[in-house]
């Protein structure tokens, strides 16, 4: 009899000695290190961003400290954010990618078994050629929401943008392949196609273009325009209110076979956003905080854009 005793008491001490060995480890949480304002890291300077302040807000929440594990992001056609994340996730880089943003297309079963890790700080040459085996990704509920947004020149500042059609007659830039540039191209069967000119992403300087009144207006992610004036205190160029109405939730992924970190992650997300942690944290850092909508995965963003304005 004491023995059938013993046995649920000695379960309940693994299980707190094991919860005690979790409590120490580092939330380890992979962050792009150029995104500003949601993550920054540069030497000699101190890492700043939403998400770098959300990441130790959620740490501190877990009562476990935080490891911020840094990594760069490519921008060209041989790159999968998609399969980059999962390699850091089931490489042990970390345990969660933050800012990640949830789309069906970014949260699909890999179709492939191994990838290649992005470059991160502590990268050797011979991690450089390694391929890892992945995982399945799995999203955290969702923390922010990240849209489109219209911004203005100094020439159309203080114009009424209520839809893209209210770009009609001004001068749009836009940055070829990009979603904007889908959007504006194909809004009411090509009515505003002699309206834009396109530049070349990475190359050409589009918000600066704005700021000189090159042009007009464009349609870009509001990260990017948040993240220029933050460095362009006495800008001219303005945002217009306006938000397309195709957006994407932007939150963690970790991998699937961790549920239970998932499940403490969420309720630590819940609380934060129950007591307006996330929006103060989203102010001081100087990003526009938009609470998450339905749909929490965006679904197949090209349909709805042809269907949609």
């Known amino acids: 009899m004491r023995a059938w005793l013993a046995a649920p008491a000695a379960v309940l001490l693994l299980t707190a000695a094991l919860t005690t060995a979790r409590a120490d480890?580092?939330?380890?949480?992979?962050?792009?290190?150029?995104?500003?304002?949601?993550?920054?890291?540069?030497?000699?300077?101190?890492?700043?961003?939403?998400?770098?302040?959300?990441?130790?807000a959620v740490a501190d929440q877990l009562g476990r400290p935080l490891r911020i594990q840094w990594f760069e992001s490519k921008l060209d056609e041989d790159s999968s954010p998609q399969l980059e994340a999962n390699a850091l996730l089931?490489?042990?880089?970390?345990?969660?990618?933050?800012?990640?943003?949830?789309?069906?297309?970014?949260?699909?079963v890999p179709g492939v078994k191994t990838a290649k890790p992005p470059g991160y700080e502590g990268i050797t040459p011979a991690d450089r050629k390694r391929r890892v085996p992945i995982g399945v990704l799995a999203p955290s509920r969702p923390y922010v929401y990240s849209p489109l947004t219209v911004v203005l020149g100094p020439k159309a500042r203080g114009r009424k943008i209520a839809g893209v059609g209210d770009l009609a007659g001004l001068r749009i830039a836009i940055e070829s392949g990009t979603l904007g540039d889908a959007i504006l191209m194909t809004f009411d069967k090509g009515r505003l196609?002699?309206?834009?000119?396109?530049?070349?992403?990475?190359?050409?300087?589009?918000?600066?273009?704005?700021?000189?009144?090159?042009?007009?207006?464009?349609?870009?992610?509001?990260?990017?325009?948040?993240?220029?004036?933050?460095?362009?205190?006495?800008?001219?160029?303005?945002?217009?209110?306006?938000?397309?109405?195709?957006?994407?939730?932007?939150?963690?992924?970790?991998?699937?076979?961790?549920?239970?970190?998932?499940?403490?992650?969420?309720?630590?997300?819940?609380?934060?956003?129950?007591?307006?942690?996330?929006?103060?944290?989203?102010?001081?850092?100087?990003?526009?905080?938009?609470?998450?909508?339905?749909?929490?995965?965006?679904?197949?963003?090209?349909?709805?854009?042809?269907?949609?304005?």
């Open 25 to 56: 480890d580092p939330l380890k949480v992979c962050l792009d290190e150029n995104l500003p304002p949601l993550s920054l890291h540069h030497r000699g300077k101190p890492d700043s961003g939403f998400d770098v302040a959300l990441a130790q």
């Open 90 to 108: 089931s490489d042990g880089r970390c345990s969660l990618v933050g800012g990640y943003p949830f789309t069906r297309d970014s949260l699909v």
């Open 193 to 309: 196609i002699d309206d834009i000119t396109h530049l070349v992403p990475g190359r050409d300087d589009l918000l600066g273009a704005l700021e000189r009144g090159d042009f007009d207006a464009t349609v870009l992610d509001l990260r990017r325009y948040d993240a220029y004036r933050t460095t362009h205190a006495d800008t001219k160029v303005t945002a217009s209110g306006y938000y397309y109405p195709i957006g994407a939730n932007r939150g963690y992924v970790g991998l699937a076979s961790d549920p239970e970190l998932l499940v403490t992650v969420n309720k630590a997300l819940s609380e934060l956003q129950a007591k307006g942690t996330i929006a103060q944290l989203a102010q001081a850092a100087g990003f526009t905080y938009l609470p998450p909508r339905e749909p929490v995965i965006l679904g197949d963003v090209w349909s709805k854009i042809l269907g949609k304005e």
